[in-house]
């Protein structure tokens, strides 16, 4: 069961579910009806998955019945937003953590899951290496962006989204499709895709959990736009849909 308040143009969905495991469930239909749509209208899915914690519950509910049987995987073209630098098999991975949740469990052609080799020591090599991926699996011309069917992303306490992080400069890229900035906070790079990347997404998907994300979740969005500090505010689709998947104890400050 989730409330759901939508408004016409930029105003997002924010959809609210009683907890974590309803609010993966919620996440669940709405990946399969987006599944069902894109291969309907264009014959694929193509979606960008986050990473961090919060997706597990999701892909684990993926992998099983019922949802694992209503996804035609085989026309899914799997992404990442972002990646960190590490190899696949670090526990650090996204690419790993998707692959133990989900991967292992479902029939997606390995030539269709599309994972940022962030262990090259060459980042901007491995930022320029996934735009050539963008750039062939949606046949772009020079100066297009990616229209991904579905952009998952999540959200850091700091606001955070993606790897876009507080003050960095991958925020005001306009023209790359995949940057590789350095994240002080971590003390490493990331690989991550770009704010125009994002917005150009027929659907772009956040979703958050848990009491720790309910102060960021109302700043993100009820406080003045500042994407310098705070980066999720930076999405905003342009020609797509942008939809907040919460839960009560992150949506509980909405209020205030
Ligand atoms: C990553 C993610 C990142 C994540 C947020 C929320 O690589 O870490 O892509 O943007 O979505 O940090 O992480 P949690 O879901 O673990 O809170």
Redesign the pocket.
Known sequence: MSMTTSGAGATPEIAISRDAAALAEEAARRFVAAAEAAIGARGRFTVAL?????PKALFRLLAAAPYKEQIDWSKLHLFW??E?TVPPGDEQS?YRMTRENLLSQVPIPEGQIHRIVAENPDHEAAADAYATTLRQIFALAAGEFPRFDLIH????TEG????LFPGSPALAERERLVAAPWVEKLDSFRITLTPPTINAAREVQFLAAGAEKADIVRAILRDAKDPTELPAQIVAPEGGRLTWLLDEAAAAKLGE
């Open positions: 986050s990473g961090g914690s919060t937003g972002d960190r996204n992303l999540g959200l850091g955070h989204t993606a790897s």
